[in-house]
Each structure stands twice: as structure tokens, then as C-alpha cells.
């Protein structure tokens, strides 16, 4: 790879600086202090590897410019590539490749043999401070790139690949890492061996928990068979003491039995039958006496009792009367409320009839006929008379509307001749029309005249074209014409064509006459080489020919011209123009026309608006003519209708002042007054009536009263009064005489009864008598003791079954019972008690015991299942398995990893063994030529320190050289490195900032030699700011390149360079320096 | 009188499984009640077959400590055969030898457990005839190399003759040489039908006499033996004739493998799916069992390189595992494998003159010679040393393989992109 050029937009104080002619050996950049070669060398690693970042990016930034960056050309065995870079370290990359298509940044990697900055900064492109920097055996990249030489398409490093599985390795192991995942995983492990082995210890207890619960099984069943000895001696001590109450009853039983009388026998229900008749008498004798004491309470009231005989008398005509009482009240109020009302019917029919007129009496009222069909007629009358004076009234307004209408009309058409009449004069159209031919004829034929005179120009050139032709072909006839008077012919058609040029230039413009002059020319020309022209007989018979059609052709458009002369003249005459009219006379001609066009346009519109308003006054007058006709027909009509309505009214008995309204009214008021008139007489008809029927009752209410010896009544209220006072002592008589009746009835009922009760109490006497006989008692007190003897012996004869059937059920009817009735019969209680005690004392201690051993046997049991079913050994071992596992499988990872970096680490260290050696080398050439023989070799030393052995095989150490001699070992042995690296991957440009500064003049001619030596196969670029450096390497090499750089970067920082020629050629460094 | 009886070997009950790695608590779970669930299985089988008995070759526990959970489930499971007139016969093998501890203190009826100092025989009676004999003999401790076959011989009773023996017949390499015997003396003791146990492998030896493994009850790793069905064989007798073993899976969790060709797979996803379909694809065609599978990727692709990054065959198996471990009927991805052959042209990266030609060509030296293959391993198990127990032995296979991955990752890391 070798670096063309560059294009710096801006970087540091360079500012537009274009580089673009580095040749590919070495070229010097010369320059003083500041000039800005460590600027170019920061740059060009900066365009090869990326920009600086942070605070490194700042010493770079533009001074003039915003734009950091630039491009950097650079040419390969592919072709020429352009990097480009600004200060943005992400997005300012670029790359094109020859073809100019994007490339990317690992294909620039690929480009620079996967260089990176740190090893292109060691050993490509260093300064002098740089230069004894470098330790080949450390530096990695040294060790990847040149001694494992490079890739095949891959894109990591060697040294990436192994950090890559030191990453990943890291984590699962490391030989002295404690947190490290199979330490972790072999800590878990661990852990969960110690659990299975709890596990199993636990369950190895299986056997011991087994025994127990045999051992407690037993225990509990022996247990049991004692608790149930004992249960049953106390229930047997249980038995006696619960019987011992019931045999105590028993000899009380038999004891009374013995005390007893003897009463064996006693009439059945005795008791309930002597009670029963004593109940019987008791309750006959308290009848008897209620009814005695009522009987003469009821023969008492009888003697009170007195009824009154007048009343009884009129009983019937008091029922009558009383019933019409009432009836007699609301007839006199119904009389008082009709004489109200019938003075307020008579008001209302007066005020009607005063309202009608004088006239209008009760009679007359009566006899009018206003029925409906009578005021319909009314009504009709009505709308016909409303519609045909309405009609009349239309006919007049339709009249006056008409009659303006006309009036406007004739107004407008007046107006509308005046203004025809004020119009200018307009020519006719037909005038026009043939003006406006012509017109169009004129401006056609000016058209076709310039067409004809172009084609005339043309057939002029054309003839005169041919003219010269013949003029210049050969003669058959070599003797027809004297060479003078062709000449003078040639001559003669010159001048006419001059003329022609001038006419060409003076009619139709330059064009014209520059063909003329041409023609003149070409004549003149021919004229001249006339005598030198050989002729041929055949071309100029053609051309004869030629020219003879040209001629008739220009006669026919003679012709032609003339004719349209001719027309144009006689148009133009017509038109009142010149013979000859311009384009100007004619345009003129058409603005007239247009304006008499536009005129005659005007007036014909305002006679077509004269004619429209004279239709529209006729129009007018028709329809006015029409409305009065109309009117007058109406107005008839409506006389005749009113002379109707007067003869119907006439007979009908209206007055004359009334209108069909005023008649329709009237039938109203009339139909009010009839209603009030048919009221009053209702009311006086019912009035009347309700007279006669409160005087009938008043007469014979008067006679009752009298007979009833009641006060006579002065006013109906009065008699109203004494009716009710009639009625009231005919009640109280009514009452007094049904209160005697059913007394005496209740009297002889009670006397009946009182003699049946009587004999009732004597029977029942009787019968309870006969039961104390029955019973073997004189008297009810004998009766009693002798039930209550009966009955106790009967009581405890049945207490003594049930104990004795209570024992049997007890105890049984074997020996044992036997044996109990005797403990009974011995009556030994106290000793009973205390067996049960002792006994119960002695299971109370035996289940206790069967409890403790239950709840122990319940929780072995528990234990022993919960052995049984217990899987934390298996689930601990699945555990353990799996963790086994994943150890096992992470150690394999890492193992595989592991592996694969040694095997990296191997293939490096082999690359580094074989390659070494050559570039060791070729140092130790290049450095026996500078050192001129004064050391042989270089060698390396186990840690990597070098040494050089001289001619006397004796060595030295770096530390031990001076620091120019140590600076051309340096430089010797990154040449080595370069070639190397050009060998197995790229060969990149060599870039030395003043490396030359320490050697003595004898040293830096050798390594100047040595330089152009190795610029014969790499690019070389030397940065100095000392003139005899670039001095030194043109001796030795004279072709080589020279860039001078000023101070600063000069006022455009253009850098100039100049070719050894020049430098040759003037003497002193002064110029040099100052170009 | 036709009859039937069954033939189980290997329960090796309430053992761990192996080489499965971490799983789900729910996973865990399935895992640890397997081999027993596999038992009542069998137990059910033998019922709902109506066996007349029932015969148990050997490792019926997997050590001689033998777990009580596993002894106890046993115990009741017999119960179950014994209410049901069912017989059982049983002989001990190296994992559960006589030696070691019994939680039982007594059988039910119906029980043979045979004893370890000579061939018992045992008549069963159906109908009041003979209808077969059992011959057995249990291991009294777990390691006999005695070949125990040659103490069986055919007895006078009617019926047919069954040998019942824990041992390795034909010297099978993948299972430990006890009872060592040889088919020839299988033949020669005279036996209609030889109940086998300890090959965890089903297969029929011969035919005339029968002579059987049933293979074990259920899978326990993802060894290539113990993939597939696994269960119990059924043996029908008529007229004295013993007709073809039927094979009855009773596996409860199915150890499987798959193989995915990723020659014309583009992407992960496309992976994905297919190693999902094809999973799903094989659950289904194992009557809704639970699997465990081993997928493993072969053929030559561009989606080799994507597989080669470090964790991304982990991040896929993690999704497999998800979408896996459902509610239901459970697929556990036991480990997704990358044996698909680099894109890489070994051949010509040998020759490029490169760092990796180095690296080809210095393995290729070592690869000649074991002794240094062994060196080169060695200088990194030392580091491991302190894990020795946890680490597996390699064999001169395993070692290879090893170095055969660590230079493809190498090779992965120097020239893919």
C-alpha cells in the first residue's frame, strides 16, 4: 500500500491542503519547526486508524475552519482507494473503493494487514522520541501480526480469539478464583451430599421405630385386658348400689300391705258415680230457685204497665200523614225558589224584548219565524252580496294596474326611439361584409408576394449558381467563343449580379446580399482561374440544361408575380388604398372595418330592444282594454244581487235598514229571547202545581191534629211540629203494648218449668241413696274411707310387681342373681361403695398408661409413614445428579475453551519460534552495513532483551550502546519488521519523524543508503525540519522527492515541492529552505 | 389350560436419574415418583392381564441400602397381587443383593423370594395341575462372577420350566460382566423360557428356548440404551406352548433423541421451529407421555457459525425448555448438540500458510500420538484436580472428541466472521 495524497480540510493549522503526486519511494518532507509535520504525521494516522479522542481530539482542532478532516488516498494492488474522516468518530468514516463503491472500515483493517494504531505507531510511522520504544518480544501486535502473519478472511486476531476465551472461561474457573461457578457448584454439591446422607441416616431408624411399635402393640393390648376386669367388678359393686333404693321399697311395700283393713271389694266408678249425683242435685236445686225468683219479678212488671186508647184510634191516619210530611216540606220550599226564579226568567225576557225593539211584544216574538233554515238563507245572502262587491272592487284595481302598465310602456318606446334617432350613421353591412373580403383577399396576397419574391431570390441564386458553373466548365466547342468575349461575358454577368446583390440588399435585407457577394466572389475566383480550367463537353451540356430550367422557372414565377400584382392593385383600388398598399395601409383598413363592424353591431341591438318595448305597449293596452271590460261586467252583477237580497228581506219581515249581517244578528237575539220566554213558562206551569199539593196535605194534618186533641197549628211549621209530636206518642203506645204481651207469655213458660225441676231433684235424691248402699256405707262419709282403703292396697300390690320385674331384668334369674339378692338381703352397702372406689382407682391408673402408650405408638406410626413415604433421599439425589450434571457440563465448556486457548497460544508461540529468526536477520544485516561491520549480529536474549555481538563475538546489551548506535539498531530492526510484515500480510508505508538526529554523519549516509535500498520495495515519507537530512538522502539518491513545508503552513499552507532538478541546478541550501 | 404371566427386570425403584441437568421443581417432581409409578403400572398390568404370576429378574433396587419409600411402595403393590391370588416370584441382582437391607419383615402370600445358596424351584398350580415351574437363585452380594446359569436344571414337574437369573449374557460390553454366561448354556439347562434381568436393552436371545430380557422399566438417562419404550413383557401359555412375548410399555417419562439436518436452515427461528415440530411430532406417537429428548444437529450450513457463538445453543435451548415445560404432558430438552460440520474447508485452511494452519497442523501431530493427546488434556485437568470425584474418566474416544470441539471453537474464533 503506498499513501498518494491527501486533501486536509481542515486539521490543526492546515487548512484546504491538497497532496496528490507522492511518488512510492521515499519522499521528504522538509519543513522548519512548527511547520506542522508531527500535524501531517498525526493526520495521516489519524485518516489510517481514526481520529483522537477527548482532550487528543482538541490539539487537533482546525484553527480555521469548522470542518475537521479530510482524505487520504491511498493506492493498493486492487486499485486506488479514498479514506475519508471528519471529527466524528462514529458517523465520519467513508471509504471508496476503486470502483467508487462504499467500503467499510474492516475492509480498511483488511487493507493495512489488520494493523492497528498501536502497532502502526511502533513500527511504521513513529518519531524520534518513538524510535527506541519498541520491545518486539511484549508487543502483541508485533507477535500477532507479523510473526503469526495475518488471517485468512477472518476478522479477529489470534490475541482476540484468546482474550476472547479468557472472557468466557473466567467465570466458570480459574485456577485460584474462590467465587468462580464450579467452586460454587461443587460447594452445592457438597452441601447436598450432606443432606442425602441426613437423609438416609433418618431413615435407617426405620428398624428401631418398628420395634417400638411392636413393643407398644403389646403393651396396649394386655392393658386393655385388665381395664376390662376391673370394669367389670365395678359394674357389678354399680349393680348393688343402684337396686339397693328399689329393695328398700319393696319391704316398705310388703310391710303397709300387712297394716292395712281388708277391703277386697268396691262397687266399679263408685267415686265418679256418687260425685255425679251429688253434682245433679246440687245444680236442680239452684234452677229451681233462680225460677222462682223470676217468676215473680215478671208478674210485678205486669202490674205496672199502663197504654194509651186515643192513639190506638188514629194509629192509621198518623202512618199516613207522617209519610207525607216531609214531602210537604220540599214542596214548600220547591214554591218559595219558584216564585225566585220566575221574577229572574221575567227580567231576562223583558230586557230581550227591549233590546229588539218597541215593536217586539210576547205575541210577536212567538209567531216570527226564525228557524235555521230561515238564518241559513240569511248567511247565503250574505256571502253572495260580500263576493260581488269584492269582484266589483278587483275589476277597478286591475283597471288602474293596467292602465299603468300601457303608460309606462309607450314612455319606454318613446324613449327608445329618441335614442335611435341621436345614433351616428352606420355603413350597411352588406358594405361591411365585402370590405372585410377584400381584407382578408390583401393581407393573403401580401402573404403569398413575400413567399413568391423568396422563391425568385432562390431561383436567382440557383441560376446564378449555374451560371458560374458553365461559366467554369470546359467548352466542347473550344473555338466558339473567343477567350476575350467569354471573359468579357463573365464580366458583364458579374456586374448584373452585383446589381442584383445591391437590389438583393436593398429589398430583402443582408441575407440577400451576402449569397450576391458571395456570387461575385466565386465568379471572380472563377474569372481568374478561368484560363487554367480544362473543360468537359458532357457537365457543360448538363449544365446547359440546368440552366434552362432555371430560367423557366424563373419566368413562371414572373408570371405568378404579376398576377397577384394585379389582384393586389385592383383590391387595393376598391379599398380606397394606395396601388401598391403596405402591411400598415392594410392593418388600417382592417381597424376600420372592425369599428363599422362594431357600430353596425350597436344599432341593430338598439332596433331589436325598439321593437321588444313597442310589443310590450301593445301588450299593455290589450290588457287594459281586457280589465275594463272585466270591471263592468262585475259591477252589473253586483246590483243585481242586491236587488234580490231587497225582495227576500221584503218577505221575510226584516227591516229595511238591515243588511244580510244585521239580519243574521236579529235571528240571533231572537233565538235568546224565545229560550227565555219558553223558561219563564215552564216555571209558572210548576209552580202552580207545587201550590196545589202543600194545601191539599195542610187541610188534613189540621183535622188529625184536632182529633188527636193536639193545639190547632198557625203556620206550617206548627203543623209540621204537631205531626211529629203525633208520631212520637203513637211509638211509646206501640212499645208498651208489646212489652205486656211477652211478659204474660214469660210468665206462663216460667210457672211450667219450676214444676218439672221439681220432680227431677226428687229422683236424683233417690239414686244416691241406693250407691252408699251399694258400697257397704251409711253416709258420704262412710263412702270415702272406704274408697281410700280400696285404693291403697291397689297401689302397692302394682309397686311391688314393677320391682320385682326391675330386679329380674337386673339381675337375672341365674345363681349369680341369686347370689346378688342374697348380697342384697345382707344389706352390706358401705362395703360396696368401697370396692367401686378401689376399682376405679385402679383403671383410672391402667388408662392412663394405654393413653401414653397410644399417643407414643401414634407418633412412631407417623414416624414410621412418614419414613415410608418419604422422598428427600431421592429428591436430594435427583438434586445432587443434576448439579452433578451441570458441573460436569460447565468443566466441559471450560475444558473446550480451555483447550482451544492453549492450542491458539501454542500455533502463536510456534509463529513466533520460526519467524523470529528471519526478521532477527535481516536486522542484524541492515545493521552490520550502518555500523559498517562494526558489530556482526543481533541476538535475542530468553526474556526478550536484545544484544549485538561485534567482530570480536563480544556482546552487548542495548544499555550498553550509544544512543545514536541504539536508535540504528531500532531502526534496523523495524525495517526488519516492515519486511516481514510485507511478506506475510501488507506492505505499508515506512514514516519517520527526524529519526536521523542523533546519527553522525557516517552512520546517517549508510542509513540513508539503506533507506533508498528499502524505498526500492516500500514507500518511504521522512519528516525533517533539518535541510542537510533532506541534503544527505539526495546525494544518495537524486530522484528523490523534496516537499517543503513552511512555517506555520505559510499563508495558504500550500505546500510546494520541488524537484531535485531545481535543487540541483541552484546552489545553497538558502533557496531550498526558502521555497 | 391357557395362562399367562409376566416378566419385569431392572426396576431399579426410586433411583436417581442421570446426566439430565437442572430441571423445573414440577419436572423434579415427575422425575423422582417415575420409577415407582412405573411399578404400580406394572402391578396394574399384571392384574388387568390376569396373570397367574408375576417375575421380577433382579435390581428391583439400585443399591443395597435400598430406600424405605421404595421398599414400602413395592411391599404394597405385591399386597395388591397377593389379594388378587396373584403369585410373585423374585431373584436379586448386583444392585439389590440379599445382603442389603429389607424393610420388610414379612411377604403377603404368594411371595418367592429365592435365596442365594442354591437354584429353589417353585411349582405353580392352576386347575390343581402344574402349570409352570420357576427355578432361581438371588445374588447374595452385589458383585458374582460365578456364572449361575450352569446350576439351573430342568425338575421332574409337569408344566413349563422358567429360569429366572440376574446375569450378562454374551459378555454385554455396557453392563457390568456378573453372572457372565453364554447363550449355549442357557440351552443346555433344560429350561422352556429364560426370565433375564440386568440388560437394560429389550431383546429376545432365542426362541427355542425362549431366553429374554425385558429390558428395564423405565428409561434412567439419555444413554442410548436407555432411550425408547420401556416396560414389562406378557407371555401367554397354551396348551403348553409359550406363544411370542408381548412387549407393554409402562414408562411413565420417555428418554428420546432427535436429529435435525441444518443444511438448508437459514435462521434460528426456522431451527426452532422445526426441532418444536419434530418434538411434538414424537410426543404424540408416544401415548401423551412426558419426554425427555436429546436433539442433535447435523449437516453442513450457514447457520453453523450462528450456533458456534458462545451461549446461543443455550439461549435456544432455554426457549425449547420453555415452551416445553407446559401443563400437561411435559417435553424437556435434555441438551441440543452442535455435531454439524463446520462450513470451513479444513484442508485448505491447512495449507494457507496461516496462524490456523499452524494450529491444524500441531494438532495433527498430537492426534498421531495418545500419550501426547493425554499430555496436552492433562496439563488442563490438573487445574481440575480438585474436582477429581466430580469429573467423569475419559476414554481415548472421549479425549479425542474433546480436542476435536476445542479446535472447531478455536477455528471459529480465528476465521469465521
Same mark, same amino acid.
Given at each position: ?82 479514506? *475519508? ?20 472500515? %474492516? ?24 524510535? +527506541? ?90 392393658? @386393655? ?80 204497665? +199502663?197504654?194509651?186508647? @186515643? ?67 240569511? %248567511? ?10 269584492? $269582484? ?18 309607450? $314612455? ?98 443582408? @441575407? ?67 396601388? +401598391? ?77 238591515? %243588511? ?66 203525633? *208520631? ?18 214469660? %210468665? ?69 342373681? +341369686? ?6 338381703? $345382707? ?249 | ?6 416378566? !419385569? ?122 402349570? !409352570? ?6 445374588? !447374595? ?13 430342568? =425338575? ?6 422358567? =429360569? ?25 439347562? =433344560? ?34 440404551? /436407555? ?83 458462545? =451461549? ?85 474416544? /472421549? ?19
Amino acid at each position: 500500500m503506498q499513501i498518494r495524497g491527501w486533501h486536509i480540510d481542515g486539521f490543526g493549522h492546515f487548512q484546504d491542503v491538497q497532496e496528490s503526486q507522492l511518488p512510492g519511494g521515499i519522499t521528504v518532507f522538509l519543513g522548519p519547526n512548527e511547520a506542522g509535520k508531527s500535524t501531517l504525521l498525526a493526520f495521516i494516522r489519524g485518516m489510517l486508524f481514526g481520529f483522537p479522542a477527548g482532550k487528543n481530539q482538541n490539539r487537533y482542532v482546525p484553527l480555521h475552519t469548522r470542518h475537521m478532516g479530510g482524505k487520504l488516498f491511498i493506492e493498493t494492488p486492487m486499485g486506488a482507494y479514498t479514506i *475519508q474522516r471528519t471529527g466524528d468518530r462514529k458517523e465520519g468514516f467513508r471509504l471508496y473503493r476503486p470502483d467508487d463503491t462504499p467500503g467499510s472500515e %474492516s475492509e480498511l483493517s483488511q487493507l493495512l494487514g489488520h494493523t492497528d494504531q498501536g502497532l502502526f505507531k511502533s513500527v511504521f510511522a513513529f518519531s524520534l522520541a518513538e524510535l +527506541q520504544n519498541l520491545n518486539v518480544h511484549k508487543e502483541e501486535g508485533i507477535k500477532d501480526r507479523i510473526f503469526a502473519g495475518s488471517l485468512q478472511g477472518g476478522r479477529n486476531t489470534a490475541r482476540e480469539a484468546l482474550t476472547t476465551l479468557e472472557r468466557q472461561n473466567a467465570p466458570i474457573f480459574k485456577p485460584r478464583g474462590r467465587e468462580v461457578e464450579l467452586v460454587k457448584l461443587s460447594k452445592q454439591l457438597d452441601d447436598l451430599q450432606a443432606q442425602i446422607q441426613t437423609a438416609k441416616q433418618r431413615a435407617q431408624e426405620y428398624e428401631g421405630l418398628r420395634s417400638q411399635e411392636d413393643a407398644l402393640t403389646e403393651t396396649l393390648e394386655r392393658l @386393655t385386658r385388665e381395664q376390662a376386669a376391673l370394669q367389670r367388678h365395678i359394674a357389678r359393686h354399680e349393680t348393688l348400689l343402684t337396686l339397693w333404693p328399689r329393695w328398700l321399697e319393696r319391704e316398705a311395700c310388703l310391710a303397709e300391705l300387712d297394716a292395712l283393713d281388708a277391703v277386697e271389694h268396691f262397687p266399679p266408678q263408685a267415686e265418679a258415680r256418687q260425685a255425679e249425683a251429688v253434682s245433679a242435685i246440687r245444680g236442680l236445686e239452684s234452677t229451681l230457685a233462680d225460677l222462682e225468683a223470676e217468676h215473680e219479678s215478671l208478674a210485678q212488671r205486669l202490674g205496672e204497665i +199502663q197504654l194509651d186508647p @186515643t192513639v190506638a184510634e188514629l194509629t192509621e191516619r198518623i202512618s199516613t200523614l207522617s209519610g207525607d210530611a216531609q214531602r210537604f216540606i220540599e214542596w214548600i220550599q220547591g214554591l218559595a225558589e219558584n216564585a225566585e226564579q220566575r221574577n229572574h226568567a221575567r227580567g231576562q225576557l223583558e230586557a230581550a224584548l227591549a233590546a229588539l225593539g218597541k215593536a217586539w211584544t210576547r205575541e210577536r216574538l212567538k209567531s216570527f219565524d226564525a228557524s235555521i233554515p230561515q238564518l241559513d238563507q240569511v %248567511s247565503r245572502w250574505e256571502t253572495l252580496l260580500d263576493a260581488s262587491e269584492s $269582484a266589483m272592487l278587483e275589476g277597478a284595481r286591475d283597471v288602474k294596474e293596467a292602465r299603468r302598465h300601457a303608460e309606462t310602456a309607450s $314612455a319606454a318606446v318613446a324613449e327608445q326611439r329618441r335614442r335611435l334617432a341621436q345614433g351616428e350613421d352606420v355603413p350597411e353591412v352588406a358594405a361591411i361584409a365585402l370590405g372585410e373580403d377584400r381584407l382578408v383577399r390583401l393581407r393573403t396576397n401580401l402573404t403569398v408576394q413575400r413567399d413568391l419574391q423568396a422563391e425568385q431570390r432562390a431561383l436567382d441564386e440557383k441560376r446564378l449558381k449555374l451560371e458560374i458553373e458553365f461559366q467554369n466548365a470546359p467548352s466542347d466547342e473550344p473555338t466558339a467563343l473567343p477567350q476575350a468575349l467569354r471573359l468579357g461575358l463573365r464580366i458583364a454577368v458579374l456586374l448584373l449580379l452585383a446589381m442584383a446583390a445591391w437590389k438583393g440588399v436593398a429589398r430583402d435585407g443582408i @441575407t440577400a446580399g451576402v449569397l450576391a457577394i458571395m456570387a461575385i466572389a466565386s465568379g471572380l475566383l472563377s474569372a481568374v482561374k478561368v484560363q487554367a480550367t480544362q473543360t468537359d463537353p458532357q457537365a457543360r451540356r448538363f449544365l446547359t440544361e440546368q440552366l434552362q430550367h432555371a430560367k423557366a422557372q424563373q419566368e413562371e414565377a414572373q408570371a405568378a408575380m404579376d398576377r397577384l400584382l394585379a389582384s393586389l392593385r385592383a383590391d387595393a383600388l376598391a379599398a380606397a388604398l394606395s396601388a +401598391q398598399p403596405s402591411a400598415a395601409e392594410i392593418e388600417a383598413l382592417g381597424q376600420k372595418l372592425m369599428r363599422a363592424r362594431d357600430l353596425a353591431k350597436t344599432k341593430e341591438a338598439l332596433q331589436q330592444e325598439l321593437e321588444r318595448l313597442i310589443e310590450q305597449e301593445r301588450e299593455a293596452q290589450e290588457r287594459l282594454a281586457q280589465a275594463l271590460g272585466t270591471e263592468d261586467s262585475q259591477r252589473r252583477y253586483a246590483e243585481e244581487v242586491a236587488r234580490a237580497w231587497t225582495e227576500w228581506r221584503q218577505a221575510a219581515g226584516i227591516e229595511e235598514d238591515r %243588511s244580510p249581517r244585521g239580519a243574521a244578528q236579529l235571528f240571533q237575539a231572537l233565538i235568546t229571547a224565545r229560550q227565555f220566554l219558553v223558561a219563564l213558562e215552564a216555571l209558572e206551569a210548576n209552580g202552580g202545581a207545587l201550590h196545589q199539593k202543600a194545601e191539599g196535605f195542610r187541610q188534613v194534618a189540621i183535622a188529625l191534629l184536632a182529633d188527636a186533641h193536639e193545639p190547632r197549628p198557625e203556620t206550617d211549621t206548627q203543623l209540621v211540629q204537631g205531626l211529629g209530636r203525633l *208520631q212520637e206518642r203513637q211509638q211509646a203506645a206501640l212499645e208498651l203494648e208489646l212489652e205486656h204481651a211477652q211478659l204474660s207469655r214469660a %210468665s206462663v213458660g216460667m210457672e211450667s218449668k219450676i214444676a218439672i225441676k221439681r220432680e227431677e231433684l226428687g229422683l236424683a235424691q233417690q239414686a244416691l241413696a241406693e250407691l252408699y248402699a251399694e258400697a257397704g256405707a251409711e253416709d258420704e262419709a262412710g263412702f270415702h274411707h272406704r274408697r281410700a282403703v280400696h285404693g291403697r292396697r291397689q297401689e302397692l300390690q302394682r309397686s311391688l310387681q314393677d320391682i320385682e320385674r326391675f330386679l329380674d331384668e337386673q339381675l337375672g334369674r341365674d345363681a349369680q342373681a +341369686q347370689d346378688l339378692r342374697a348380697l342384697l338381703g $345382707a344389706a352390706q352397702v358401705e362395703s360396696w361403695k368401697v370396692a367401686i372406689t378401689e376399682a376405679e382407682l385402679s383403671q383410672a391408673a391402667i388408662v392412663q398408661q394405654r393413653d401414653e402408650a397410644n399417643q407414643l405408638l401414634g407418633t412412631i406410626r407417623q414416624e414410621r409413614e412418614r419414613l415410608e413415604e418419604n422422598a428427600d433421599v431421592i429428591a436430594c439425589e435427583h438434586a445432587h445428579e443434576a448439579l452433578r450434571d451441570e458441573f460436569q457440563r460447565q468443566s466441559r465448556a471450560w475444558l473446550v475453551r480451555a483447550l482451544a486457548e492453549d492450542m491458539i497460544q501454542e500455533a502463536l508461540s510456534e509463529a513466533e519460534r520460526t519467524r523470529q529468526p528471519a526478521v532477527l536477520s535481516h536486522a542484524s544485516r541492515l545493521f552490520r552495513q550502518v555500523t559498517a561491520e562494526r558489530y556482526e549480529r543481533l541476538v535475542q536474549q530468553e526474556g526478550g532483551e536484545f544484544q549485538v555481538v561485534d567482530r570480536q563475538a563480544t556482546r552487548k546489551s542495548v544499555g550498553q550502546l550509544s544512543q545514536g548506535t541504539a536508535e540504528q539498531l531500532y531502526l534496523c530492526l523495524r525495517l526488519g519488521l516492515i519486511r516481514e510484515f510485507a511478506r506475510q500480510s501488507a506492505n505499508l508505508p515506512l514514516i519517520m519523524d527526524d529519526v536521523f538526529v542523533n546519527f553522525d554523519p557516517e552512520r546517517a549516509r549508510r542509513v540513508a543508503e539503506l533507506l533508498v535500498e528499502f524505498a526500492a520495495e516500500h514507500q518511504v515519507l521522512v519528516f525533517t525540519c533539518h535541510p542537510q537530512t533532506a541534503e544527505l538522502l539526495l546525494e544518495v539518491q537524486p530522484t528523490i522527492r523534496i516537499v517543503s513545508m513552511p512555517r506555520y503552513g505559510g499563508d495558504s499552507a500550500i505546500m510546494l515541492e520541488r524537484k531535485v532538478a531545481v535543487l540541483t541546478d541552484e546552489a545553497g541550501g538558502e533557496k531550498r529552505g526558502a521555497v | 389350560m391357557p395362562f399367562t404371566f409376566v416378566h !419385569a427386570a431392572d426396576l431399579h425403584l426410586d433411583t436417581p436419574f442421570h446426566g439430565i441437568g437442572q430441571v423445573s421443581e414440577r419436572i423434579a417432581d415427575a422425575l423422582r415418583d417415575a420409577s415407582l409409578e412405573a411399578f404400580d403400572a406394572l402391578v396394574d398390568l399384571t392384574l388387568r392381564e390376569d396373570a397367574r404370576f408375576l417375575l421380577l429378574a433382579g435390581d428391583l433396587y439400585d443399591g443395597a441400602t435400598r430406600g424405605i419409600r421404595a421398599q414400602h411402595r413395592f411391599l404394597k403393590g405385591i399386597e395388591r397381587l397377593s389379594a388378587r391370588g396373584v403369585e410373585t416370584f423374585i431373584v436379586h441382582g448386583n444392585h439389590d443383593p440379599l445382603s442389603g437391607w429389607s424393610a420388610i419383615k414379612a411377604w403377603p402370600a404368594g411371595v418367592t423370594v429365592f435365596g442365594p445358596q442354591q437354584v429353589e424351584s417353585r411349582t405353580v398350580i392352576l386347575d390343581g395341575q402344574p402349570c !409352570a415351574t420357576i427355578h432361581g437363585i438371588s445374588y !447374595a452380594h452385589a458383585a458374582v462372577t460365578e456364572n449361575l446359569s450352569q446350576r439351573y436344571r430342568r =425338575g421332574p414337574e409337569g408344566g413349563i420350566q422358567i =429360569g429366572l437369573l440376574h446375569a450378562n449374557v454374551g459378555q454385554n460390553g455396557d453392563h457390568a460382566a456378573y453372572s457372565p454366561c453364554t447363550l449355549d448354556e442357557l440351552k443346555a439347562a =433344560g429350561m422352556d423360557y429364560w426370565a433375564l434381568g440386568h440388560i437394560h436393552r429389550r431383546q429376545v436371545l432365542a426362541r427355542a428356548p425362549w431366553v429374554v430380557y425385558p429390558g428395564n422399566l423405565q428409561g434412567r438417562s439419555p444413554k442410548p440404551s /436407555e432411550r425408547g419404550a420401556k416396560g414389562a413383557l406378557v407371555v401367554t401359555v397354551s396348551n403348553g406352548i409359550i406363544q411370542e412375548p408381548r412387549f407393554e410399555a409402562l414408562d411413565r417419562i420417555r428418554f428420546m433423541s432427535l436429529e435435525i439436518d441444518l443444511s438448508e436452515m437459514e435462521d434460528v427461528a426456522t431451527l426452532q421451529r422445526a426441532l418444536m415440530g419434530r418434538a411434538e411430532e414424537l410426543q404424540a406417537q408416544q401415548d401423551g407421555r412426558d419426554l425427555i429428548l436429546r436433539a442433535t444437529l447435523r449437516g453442513r450450513g450457514a447457520l453453523y457459525s450462528e450456533l458456534r457463538h458462545p =451461549g446461543r445453543l443455550d439461549e435456544i435451548l432455554d426457549v425449547l425448555r420453555q415452551e416445553g415445560d407446559r401443563p400437561g404432558g411435559f417435553l424437556w430438552w435434555e441438551d441440543l448438540r452442535n455435531d454439524a460440520a463446520p462450513p470451513l474447508e479444513r484442508e485448505k485452511l491447512l495449507l494457507q500458510g496461516s496462524l490456523t494452519s499452524e494450529l491444524l497442523r500441531l494438532q495433527d501431530e498430537r492426534s498421531a500420538d495418545p500419550s501426547r493427546v493425554a499430555q496436552f488434556l492433562n496439563n488442563r485437568l490438573d487445574q481440575l484436580s480438585r474436582f477429581k470425584s466430580l469429573l467423569p474418566t475419559l476414554s481415548e474416544a /472421549e479425549q479425542e472428541a474433546l480436542l476435536r470441539e476445542a479446535e472447531a471453537l478455536a477455528l471459529d474464533l480465528l476465521e469465521q466472521e
